[in-house]
């Protein structure tokens, strides 16, 4: 199973950015696909996850911001990004567990079971 992040860089404090997670070797349809990021020196934190039925999680920070989606048929979510802030800037990693996660679990890293290689967002004017 491979999880390609892309869709990071450079942008402007209020503009916006879409990310994108492809997921090959495993359909994960019914199982939850979320995003985290890391900013140099902090840990890794969750930011949004999409879970079965169109279920949507988003950390408080993000949360009116962010959106998480997911195309099944293309094995693929995205996190569309809005307004972005400094504080946003970070490296952005997709995630995939094989287990049907509560939603307290989501925010553990260590629930995942597969990691995509991460995508760089700065925001800087």
């Known amino acids: 199973v491979q999880l390609q992040a892309s869709g990071g860089g450079l942008v402007q404090p209020g503009g916006s950015l879409r990310l994108s997670c492809a997921a090959s070797?495993?359909?994960?349809?019914?199982?939850?696909m979320s995003w985290f990021r890391q900013a140099p020196g902090k840990e890794r934190e969750f930011v949004a996850a999409s879970r079965w039925g169109g279920m949507t999680h988003y950390a408080g920070s993000v949360k009116g911001r962010f959106t998480i989606s997911r195309d099944n048929g293309k094995n693929t979510v995205y996190l569309q990004m809005n307004s972005l802030n400094p504080e946003d800037a970070a490296v952005y990693y997709c995630?995939?567990?094989?287990?049907?996660?509560?939603?307290?679990?989501?925010?553990?890293?260590?629930?995942?079971?597969?990691w995509g290689q991460g995508t760089q967002v700065t925001v800087s004017s």
């Open positions: 070797g495993r359909t994960f349809s019914t199982l939850p």
């Open positions: 995630a995939a567990s094989e287990s049907r996660l509560i939603v307290s679990s989501l925010p553990n890293p260590a629930m995942y079971d597969y």
